[in-house]
């Protein structure tokens, strides 16, 4: 069984620059999370998407969005980026439902300059 | 609103000794906790949960915890810890229906010789 999978590992932008993120779910899994994780503090939810449809989002602006695949995979997007994205940026996959596990990827690490 | 408290930022201890990260939630619907670990340049891995049932709940690694409804708390606890336990550790909670997770700010956990 194939785990949480991200890309890229880690990434470098410049202010103003556009990202994105990917992540492939564990097989099974209808359900995707994101969270930003800054330097010395617990993960924040950004959104969740399930089949396809946003499902839930935290307190980000309208600039971080995101997508999900048919094959339940899913892009985070961030436009406009600011020092203070600088980030691990965390998928989650899970089988919807509240109290479900969720399972996480490594992570992508994001630097803005 | 739903929140999440670990008071403890660093908890230094012996090897093979006890410990008790603390965790205390916020909400005023009923809940579902987590304890996550995260070791050095990687993810979340789920440690253990409490859905429901029997308050005392067991994890990997030899780790358990205790949810008290009473003083809203789900401290972890492990009788003998090893070096390999050194990592951050999060506390989170979803609350009623909802599906995100709402993390702690994290306990840093440093076992030594």
């Known amino acids: 069984e194939t785990g949480v999978t991200q890309s890229p590992t880690h990434l470098i932008k410049t202010r103003g620059q556009q990202v994105t993120l990917r992540c492939s779910s564990q097989s099974g899994h209808n359900t995707v999370s994101w969270y930003q994780q800054a330097l010395g503090q617990g993960p924040q939810f950004i959104f969740q998407y399930y089949r396809e449809e946003e499902n839930g989002r935290g307190n980000f602006p309208p600039r971080f969005s995101g997508l999900q695949f048919p094959n339940y995979s899913s892009e985070l997007n961030v436009n406009a980026l600011e020092l203070d994205d600088s980030a691990l940026y965390l998928c989650a996959s899970s089988v919807s439902g509240s109290g479900e596990t969720q399972y996480f990827g490594p992570g992508t690490r994001l630097l803005v300059l | 609103a739903q929140s999440v408290t670990q008071l403890d930022s660093q908890v230094p201890v012996f090897e093979e000794a006890p410990v008790e990260l603390r965790c205390n939630y916020s909400s005023s619907v009923s809940v579902y906790l987590f304890w996550y670990v995260q070791y050095p340049n990687q993810g979340l891995q789920l440690l253990l949960k409490y859905l429901s049932g029997s308050t005392l709940v067991k994890g990997i690694n030899g780790f358990e915890a205790e949810f008290n409804k009473s003083q809203t708390s789900f401290h972890l606890r492990k009788p003998s810890v090893h070096i390999s336990d050194t990592a951050e550790y999060f506390c989170?909670?979803?609350?009623?229906?909802?599906?995100?997770?709402?993390f702690g700010t994290g306990t840093r956990l440093q076992v030594t010789l």
């Open positions: 989170a909670v979803v609350a009623g229906t909802a599906s995100k997770l709402t």
